[in-house]
């Protein structure tokens, strides 16, 4: 996305964040009134012989033909979730398994595939790597090596980096390269835009290749930030393959415990727009400073 069009839509986003904040303190004690959705209303059979007469009913009932109740069309447009999609018999229809397949497939794709060098490059990130480094089967079965740097990693952050930064940036694929591939862009660019805007100082930002969300902890250690922003590639499911999460931690060190981090999941053109995220992660980062505390903490003091 071009980069004057990214700043625009990040200042938007921006103020329309503070507006929220500032309605929501007008009106503290405004309850929503949770909706309430009736999926199914089946009607109870009277009999046995009614029973068998519905059973059969459906046995029989347009075994190859996709039908299509009102109800799921209605729901089919508020998620992609896999609801109402017909079947033969017991069978999934042939266009739902093919799908299902082709899902499946893409998944075992980004766990196995690249980040673009060409993406890094244009970002300046330069890379390190994890103690799980060596390949992707050490990666997946060894989650404990993804969450500790390399001896060389630590080198070079010592060499190349700014220690003490306000917010510290950092990128990993994490399980899924393609979830960076199509988002780290806009999300970068307007993150940075973001923080800049609210005057914080960054550090030096980095790619890490094959790093868990625990990895944190190691390089708060090692360069002392404030607060790290780690944004990294999902765990692919069967709806997309390309989300990305946000982690973003105050201070994190050796002891930090995982309801210590706030996540910003499911970023992707699906769910949460990449450069609204940008812009809204600035916003998250600014709370964090405010309150110096995130994950649960953060909530209980803000409440």
Do not use: W
Not at 34 to 43: G, R, S
Not at 167 to 187: F, H, K, P, R, T
Not at 256 to 262: A, L, M, N, Q, Y
Not at 275 to 293: D, M, P, R, S, T
């Amino acid at each position: 996305m071009d980069r004057e069009l990214v700043e625009m839509i990040t200042k938007l986003v921006t103020e329309k964040l503070v507006q929220q904040q500032l309605t929501e303190r007008k009106q503290p004690e405004q309850h929503v009134q949770a909706a309430t959705i009736q999926l199914f209303n089946h009607p109870a059979p009277n009999s046995s012989a009614q029973q068998k007469q519905q059973v059969n009913q459906q046995a029989d009932a347009k075994k190859f033909e996709e039908v299509i109740d009102e109800k799921f069309m209605h729901f089919r447009t508020q998620t992609p979730a896999r609801i109402g999609v017909g079947r033969s018999g017991p069978r999934p229809l042939t266009n739902t398994m093919l799908k299902f397949r082709f899902d499946h497939a893409a998944a075992v794709d980004t766990v196995y595939g690249e980040v673009e060098q060409a993406l890094l490059q244009k970002l300046q990130l330069f890379t390190i790597g994890t103690k799980a480094e060596e390949d992707k089967e050490t990666y997946i079965l060894r989650p404990d090596y993804g969450r500790k740097l390399s001896d060389e990693a630590k080198k070079t952050l010592l060499e190349k980096c700014q220690k003490n930064a306000k917010v510290q940036i950092i990128v990993s694929n994490g399980l899924s390269a393609e979830a960076i591939n199509a988002n780290l862009e806009n999300v970068y660019l307007s993150l940075q835009q973001s923080l800049q805007s609210l005057g914080y100082q960054t550090g030096t930002p980095f790619y890490i290749e094959q790093g868990r969300v625990g990895l944190m902890d190691d390089i708060g250690e090692l360069l002392q930030p404030e607060v790290i922003v780690y944004l990294i590639g999902e765990r692919p499911g069967l709806v997309s393959a390309e989300s990305m999460s946000a982690y973003i931690c105050y201070k994190p060190r050796k002891d930090t415990i995982e309801s210590d981090r706030t996540v910003v999941s499911n970023i992707h053109k699906g769910g949460i727009p990449p450069v609204e995220a940008g812009a809204f992660l600035g916003n998250i980062v600014q709370k964090i400073l405010k309150y110096e505390a995130s994950g649960v903490n953060l909530v209980q003091k803000e409440e």
